[in-house]
């Protein structure tokens, strides 16, 4: 066992390559999450536009079959299609990677701020009107601060979910953390020491991202007794 | 009182033929009402008889259904009219204060002029100061809503609309929702505010303040305006049957 780790570990410095694997990992999961943030916002706000007369915009559909296809289908086949299809002619794995779990991970905010926006007390809006500002100044001032402090802790599980979720990349060869175990392996002729390994390593730092989200929340919560 | 030489001005607010609908249900059959600068009205009836929609269509939080709403020479409910202007010159005060939780009371109260750039966050601080002394929470400022009483709140939310000097203020049963302690500090606020002058119509179950304040008061039943008297005639020689009912009910 130690023989196994020492060659899968420490041997030619291959303990580099986990945190290399690491580092593009983190690199995809952050700026997946920021795009997931933005592209779900605004899907969120399509979505739930309507005309005066209750029916979706146009923009609302499309927001719509956006979050419903996306949601509808596996992310492995998402990742597929975003690499040999639409972005076919770009070999930047990160740039792909980021693509297409930003745009996964945008279907997924987009509900969990729908429900972040919905428990936010309808006066808050009617107060904002009656004042004379538009339904976007309230929406953007008043309302959308309420909800994302609402859905904060579903919003830092999606991105813990999106890390774990990243590990397929490894699949069309982006060299994350899951690929760099898989690199050692080619070189050990032994995969079950690399894979423990990469796991192990996913698992600190979810566990240390948890302690961390756990303590923001804490303090958010401490912020509104009511 | 004020309304005898204000009657030959034209109305700040005309109600004219004002019904609303939700679904099969009709709200307000049909009401005329002619408001004048200065005028204070006070709105009582049954729970459910349709004051509070009144109180809303005014300011289009509700969409009327028929009829037309008018503030000085514009049509509020005209669809190519700028609501938000409109709104910008009526204050609505709510049942259940709805100060933006995200935002401490100074926040709360230069939010919307700043926003609109009607003031600029100097002016509007300093106006916001002014006011929260009037009312006597200037040591509130930098406290969130969640962090006051409710008749603090309810005190913040008046200001909050003063703030943007509104033609007429909306109060929709302001008191309702608070401990029976709170009602004063805030009757004493609208009655301040009555004196200075403001235009007000308030729905309202104090009766104590309707006597005090109001020029005329208005009781609303079945979605139309049942008995319109001055507050002396309402209360001691009610002429429509269901106001007695409901006046021997509350009194």
Known sequence: ?226 | MTSANTQQDTPLLRVRGLKKDFDENHVLRGIDYDIYKGQKIVLVGPSGCGKSTFLRCLDMLETPTAGEVWLGDTMVNDPKTDINKIRQRMGMVFQHFNLFNNLTIMGNITLAPVKLKIMTKEEAQEKALQLLRRVKLEDKADAYPHQLSGGQQQRIAICRSLEMNPDVMLFDEPTSALDPEMVGEVLDVMTELAEQGMTMVCVTHEMAFAKKVANRVIFIDEGVIKEDAPPDEFFAHPKNARLQDFLSKIL
């Open chain 1, 1 to 226: 066992m130690a023989d196994l780790f020492y060659k899968s570990f420490i041997k030619a410095n291959r303990w580099q390559m986990y945190l290399q694997g690491l580092g593009i990992t983190m690199w995809v999961t952050v700026l997946a999450a920021a795009l997931g943030i933005a592209l779900g916002t605004l899907a969120c706000l399509f979505n739930m536009q309507r005309t005066k007369d209750g029916r979706r915009t146009i923009g609302s559909m499309i927001a719509y079959v956006y979050i419903d296809v996306i949601r509808g289908t596996p992310t492995m086949i998402q990742l597929l299609i975003m690499w040999n299809v639409i972005m076919a002619s770009s070999r930047n794995k990160i740039f792909v990677a980021v693509m297409a779990f930003g745009i996964n991970s945008g279907a997924y905010v987009a509900e969990i701020l729908r429900g972040g926006i919905q428990s936010v007390d309808p006066g808050q809006m009617e107060a904002g009107r009656s004042l004379g500002m538009t339904r976007w100044e309230t929406m953007i001032s008043v309302v959308l601060p309420q909800a994302f402090k609402n859905c904060f802790p579903s919003l830092l599980n999606e991105f813990i979910t999106l890390l774990k979720e990243t590990s397929i990349a490894s699949a069309v060869g982006l060299r994350d953390l899951t690929h760099a175990a898989d690199l050692v392996s080619a070189s050990t002729y032994e995969i079950f020491m690399p894979l423990l390994i990469a796991a192990l390593m996913y698992y600190i730092v979810i566990k240390v991202l948890s302690i961390l989200f756990n303590k923001l929340e804490r303090r958010l919560r401490e912020s509104d007794i009511r």
